[in-house]
């Protein structure tokens, strides 16, 4: 079964910085990979996701992560976070095989907080 | 188009007592799938569902039951309620399961158990 690690639980960062979160995912196999967000009181929206092609995917909201086979990564960036990026961002894999539907398997989520 | 609907938004279940949180969606998604969030564990796979009479389980099935008898509509039953199943549920479609599809949330059903 694959799972998926997000390293960091709590980041705090102030408008204007530079974010990078960072995901790293077990499976050996071919997988399908997304990042969500989780606005307060709100539910969850995709943000960008990979399931072939350039590994390099951009998103909504200026976001974007680079699939990087090698070290089971996909790094979530921004160069530049505002406020309104304030949210919990979710990692999550579906593994690319034959049978069922197989939901995903999601990290265990970062909540990030941009202060003014 | 709603989306994909949930209700209720609040529910506070006694121990062993019942009930169903509902699901709908109206964009003709073939997968329907549960999970549940508590709190600093990201979210969980309970059911899934392929199309109308197709059911699976998921990572966390134990106490939980799912039907799908039409497309649109996928329920999830808690025939015994316990402290362990406080959590919020959420409820997701998607129109494939490969190739990328993204899974479209729900507004999620945040269920208390005492």
């Known amino acids: 079964a694959q799972s998926v690690s997000q390293h960091n639980h709590h980041v705090i960062l102030s408008e204007a910085a530079s974010l990078e979160l960072g995901c790293n995912y077990s499976y050996g196999g071919t997988v399908n990979l997304f990042w969500y967000v989780q606005y307060p009181g709100q539910h969850l929206q995709l943000l960008l996701k990979y399931f072939s092609g350039d590994p390099l995917v951009k998103g909504i909201k200026g976001f974007e992560a680079e699939f990087i086979k090698s070290k089971f990564s996909f790094n979530l960036r921004k160069p530049s976070v505002q406020w309104s990026d304030t949210a919990e961002y979710f990692c999550a894999v579906n593994a690319v095989r034959g049978g069922g539907a197989d939901g995903l398997t999601f990290g265990k989520g970062t909540h990030l907080i941009i202060q003014p | 188009n709603a989306g994909v609907t949930q209700t209720p938004k609040f529910r506070i279940l006694k121990i062993g007592q019942s009930m169903t949180l509902q699901c709908a969606q109206d964009?003709?998604?073939?997968?329907m799938y549960w999970y549940r969030q508590d709190p600093g564990m990201g979210l969980k796979l309970i059911y899934y569902s392929v199309g109308a009479g197709i059911t699976d389980k998921g990572e966390v099935p134990n106490g939980y039951n799912v039907s799908r008898s039409t497309t649109e509509d996928f329920p999830l039953r808690l025939e015994l309620a316990a402290p362990s199943q406080t959590s919020v549920y959420f409820c997701?479609?998607?129109?494939?399961?490969?190739?990328?599809?993204?899974?479209?949330f729900g507004p999620g059903t945040r269920l208390t158990v005492t």
């Open positions: 997701a479609s998607s129109y494939s399961k490969q190739g990328g599809a993204e899974q479209y």
């Open positions: 964009m003709n998604h073939n997968y």
